[in-house]
């Protein structure tokens, strides 16, 4: 199995500490940063917006990852891939023309991802895998950091797995929300490639040790 790729979610950042904690994740083993925007008409929640990831770009040495929790997120690829987004994914449950919103990421440079709700199911991605770098697994209803990993998300991932690889296609799997030590090496095991992890690590007495913890898991 690969090394797994570990993108700590500054969604469980201290926000009023932002470079700081951007400069503890520079000097950790993570792969990726990952970047939570919510709009309150998605999810019922607000995160943070363009100014905030811009003022992480100037700090982060790590790619950005930005997981768009936004109805019509079309609007604003091109200003999330000016901030600095290295990836951008979009929900399937908000794109209407989801392949066309793809290729617009595309065309922008950035990779492209594309994110699943819990009661989405995989096959809803058959005709879009071969098309896309991520598949965003969310193993929490979106919204809000902290909450219980959903358990389901075992076989989703092996699903996905397996339509990954029947249609040759190269995208990542990454797990969104409630990632822990325990549930690592079984998503590992399933085909994960990607663990996001928010309160996991900036709850974590030594965040740096807990993303190392992550990252020697196989
Ligand atoms: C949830 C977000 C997640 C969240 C994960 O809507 O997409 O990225 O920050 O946080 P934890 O790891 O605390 O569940
Ligand atoms: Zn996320």
Known sequence: MQTPIIAPSILAADFANLEREV????????????VDIMDGVFVPNFSMGLPVVEAVKRHAKKPLDVHLMIVNPE?????????????????VEACTHLHST????????CQAGVAINPHTPVVQLENIIADIDLVCVMS???????QKFIEHTYRKVEKLKKLILDNNAHAKI??????????????LDAGADVLVAGNFVFSSENPIETIRLLKAIR
Not at 75 to 91: D, E, K, P, Q, T
Not at 102 to 109: H, P, S
Not at 174 to 187: C, F, P, R, T, W
């Open 102 to 109: 793809i290729q617009q990421i595309k065309a922008l440079g």
């Open 174 to 187: 990454e797990i969104d929300g409630g990632v822990n030590q325990q549930n690592a090496k079984l998503l």
């Open 75 to 91: 609007r604003y690829l091109a200003a999330f891939c000016n901030a600095g987004a290295h990836s951008i994914s979009v929900h």
């Open 23 to 34: 400069k503890m994740i520079n000097a950790s083993e993570a792969d990726w940063m990952h």
């Open 140 to 146: 929490v209803n979106p919204g809000f950091g902290g």
